[in-house]
């Protein structure tokens, strides 16, 4: 399954919505994951499910979608949003794949 | 707290093998699937291969072609990757990974370099 994202970069301000989008090139339920990658650091899940928010995630991280859709929403952008953000699929394994990757810049 | 601890990158040559180890602590490892992953410079998360929680199963991604060993001791709660025929295309920063649920990921190591060169 090829997974989708877009924009590949993100230019916003401090306070500003993200909304990130990653998409699906067959029907995957709900089975959708999104994470977040500092530089130096491995990925964080940040929401499961499309859209349940993992433990200890803040509630400006939310995520919907189902089918072939999917959007990741930060309602008000923090300067320590600034990362790539990735969605990965597992409706359909092995193998779990991943987005190319959505770069948030403030 | 969860702690993932990867070692044993290096740098090799083409056709060379490596073992990868990956300690585990903070958590039942044995009730767990874990995996191992890789991550090349500017490119997402590649899946590599699991080993079940169930002690038995195991799978790969084709691009391991034979050539990659996946294998966990609960004793010692370590999860390993044998690599075998290196190639160029194997360089990356290689993370082992424990599922939160089924094929999502909630822990990840800080991962270890191989270099194939």
């Known amino acids: 399954i090829v997974m989708t994202q877009s924009p590949a970069t993100l230019p916003l301000s401090p306070g500003e919505r993200a909304i990130l989008s990653c998409w699906a090139s067959q029907n995957i339920r709900g089975n959708l994951a999104w994470y977040q990658q500092k530089p130096g650091q491995p990925p964080r899940l940040l929401i499961y499910?499309?859209?349940t928010r993992a433990p200890g995630i803040p509630a400006r991280f939310s995520g919907s979608g189902f089918g072939t859709e999917f959007t990741l929403t930060i309602s008000s952008l923090q300067s320590e949003d600034v990362a790539v953000y990735y969605c990965q699929q597992y409706d359909e394994w092995p193998p779990v794949t991943f987005g190319q990757g959505t770069k948030l810049e403030i | 707290e969860v702690q993932l601890v990867e070692s044993g990158g290096a740098v090799v040559q083409p056709g060379g093998s490596l073992r990868l180890s990956c300690a585990a602590s903070?958590?039942?490892?044995?009730?767990?699937?874990l995996h191992w992953f890789r991550q090349a410079p500017g490119k997402s998360p590649e899946w590599v291969s699991l080993?079940?929680?169930?002690?038995?199963?195991?799978f790969y991604a084709d691009f391991v072609r034979g050539r990659f060993t996946i294998s966990r001791d609960n004793s010692r709660n370590s999860l390993y990757l044998e690599m075998h025929s290196l190639t160029t295309e194997d360089s990356a920063l290689y993370y082992c990974?424990?599922?939160?649920?089924?094929?999502?990921?909630?822990?990840w190591g800080l991962g270890t370099r191989v270099t194939v060169s």
């Open positions: 080993f079940s929680r169930n002690g038995v199963t195991t």
């Open positions: 903070g958590f039942t490892f044995n009730r767990f699937t």
């Open positions: 990974a424990k599922e939160h649920g089924t094929m999502y990921f909630d822990s």
């Open positions: 499910g499309a859209s």
